[in-house]
């Protein structure tokens, strides 16, 4: 039957996963072949076993219900048997990604689909410095990170039941990197960024079915051996 339903059947996800899966599957096929990614937050979704599918090496990086912000359950014995049934060799490591074990830039990219924005903050200070370890001089972060619609700046609370909304400029500018793709009126935290104008345009956005949020998507590299992009 688990071939049968597919990679997909296993997680719920919320409806902006039909615009961010095909986007983060297309973006990272521009990055190259044979990379090695690590996807933060890959809990038991299917993405990551598309992705190692497409001949790609793949280490998710989840602590599951262990994690100090928001978690969601994650199976070691069901992510393996996936894994085996999938042909989607993915590795976990049910941890942080400072505790993941892996080499200094051992990775080409660093990709999350709509987790960052569930960490805490020890977490998010962590990843900022474990992504300039792990990822290669050049190497590349591929994300998608919710903008919840109930939350500063489009009101007064700071926090949800499943996070905050992310400062993406100090996020990546903490991460050594530059942005390529995304656009700064449009991600939380630049100076072109314009909450009156994000709300009046939502007729323009998907909106998250199950809870009030858009999803940021962004490209961004690492400088490469010369200091370049």
Not at 140 to 152: A, C, E, P, R, S
Not at 186 to 195: N, R, S, V
Request: proline fraction near 6%; charge should be negative.
């Amino acid at each position: 039957m688990a071939h049968w339903l597919g990679p997909y059947a296993w997680q719920p996800n919320n409806s902006m996963r039909l615009f961010e899966y095909p986007w983060a599957y297309e973006q990272l096929g521009n990055l190259g072949r044979g990379l090695s990614v690590i996807d933060v937050g890959a809990g038991m979704s299917g993405f990551q076993f598309s992705v190692a599918q497409a001949g790609h090496k793949v280490h998710a990086i989840d602590p599951g219900l262990a994690a100090r912000g928001k978690g969601w359950p994650c199976d070691p014995d069901q992510h393996a048997f996936l894994s085996r049934v999938y042909g989607a060799p993915v590795q976990l490591h049910p941890t942080t990604l400072g505790d993941a074990g892996l080499a200094d830039g051992s990775i080409d990219v660093l990709l999350s689909i709509s987790t960052i924005e569930h960490f805490a903050g020890d977490d998010l200070e962590e990843l900022m410095r474990e992504t300039q370890r792990v990822l290669r001089p050049g190497g590349y972060l591929l994300l998608t990170i919710d903008l919840f619609l109930d939350l500063v700046p489009f009101t007064t609370r700071e926090r949800n039941d499943y996070g905050t909304n992310i400062d993406v400029k100090r996020l990546l500018d903490g991460c050594g990197a530059t942005l390529l793709v995304g656009t700064p009126s449009e991600l939380h935290g630049y100076d072109e960024f314009d909450a009156d104008r994000i709300q009046s345009n939502l007729s323009n956005y998907l909106v998250g079915a199950t809870y009030p949020g858009l999803s940021q998507c962004v490209v961004a590299t690492l400088p490469d051996h010369q200091g370049g992009v």
